[in-house]
């Protein structure tokens, strides 16, 4: 692939409006991820402490106390590990229409275990749990179309 093939692709990609495109070759990969947002780790929060929302549009807005009958569902959830789909594409629960699904809720799921298939331009994507744990949410039904980064499921390690 020469350079001028890579700026067509680029040219083609921003006409379109593709939030991310992906080609692949024998000895060749390009990825193109238009307007990623950078995402900084946030410091590990500390239970019963207070919990800020603050509108990320209104930068001038008075932030809102979180309500405190909340607080035990939302340390619940914490606990949780979410796995995010890393592609715009279709999410299928199993390999087939009458497979089994690769996982569902209540399973228990080891690093590397198979979780989904996000279809993304006729390539079918394995998305591998990161963590070992327990299957407890599954944010997506099977066959939806999915956004990058959205939650797919909730794994408790």
Same mark, same amino acid.
């Given at each position: 692939?020469?350079?001028?093939?890579?700026?067509?692709?680029?040219?083609?990609?921003?006409?379109?409006?593709?939030?991310?495109?992906?080609?692949?070759?024998?000895?060749f990969?390009?990825?193109?991820?238009?307007?990623?947002p950078?995402?900084?780790a946030?410091?590990?929060?500390?239970?019963?402490?207070?919990?800020?929302?603050?509108?990320?549009?209104?930068?001038?807005?008075?932030?809102?106390?979180?309500?405190t009958?909340? +607080?035990?569902?939302?340390? +619940?959830?914490?606990?949780?590990?979410?796995?995010?789909?890393?592609?715009?594409?279709?999410f299928?629960?199993?390999?087939?229409?009458t497979?089994d699904?690769?996982?569902?809720?209540?399973?228990?799921? %080891?690093?590397?275990?198979?979780?989904?298939?996000?279809?993304?331009?006729?390539?079918?994507?394995?998305?591998?749990? %990161?963590?070992a744990?327990?299957?407890?949410?599954?944010?997506?039904?099977n066959?939806?179309?999915?956004?990058?980064?959205?939650p797919?499921?909730?794994i408790?390690?």
């Amino acid at each position: 692939m020469t350079l001028k093939d890579v700026k067509e692709l680029i040219e083609l990609v921003h006409a379109k409006g593709f939030a991310e495109f992906e080609i692949a070759q024998a000895d060749f990969t390009l990825k193109i991820v238009a307007n990623a947002p950078v995402v900084y780790a946030a410091p590990p929060a500390i239970a019963g402490a207070p919990v800020m929302i603050v509108p990320a549009h209104a930068e001038s807005a008075a932030p809102v106390a979180a309500p405190t009958a909340a +607080a035990p569902a939302a340390a +619940a959830e914490e606990t949780l590990v979410i796995v995010k789909s890393p592609i715009v594409g279709t999410f299928y629960r199993s390999p087939g229409p009458t497979a089994d699904p690769f996982a569902k809720v209540g399973d228990r799921v %080891d690093v590397g275990s198979v979780l989904c298939i996000v279809e993304a331009m006729k390539l079918m994507n394995e998305i591998e749990s %990161d963590t070992a744990g327990e299957i407890i949410k599954v944010f997506v039904e099977n066959a939806q179309p999915v956004e990058y980064g959205q939650p797919l499921f909730g794994i408790r390690p």
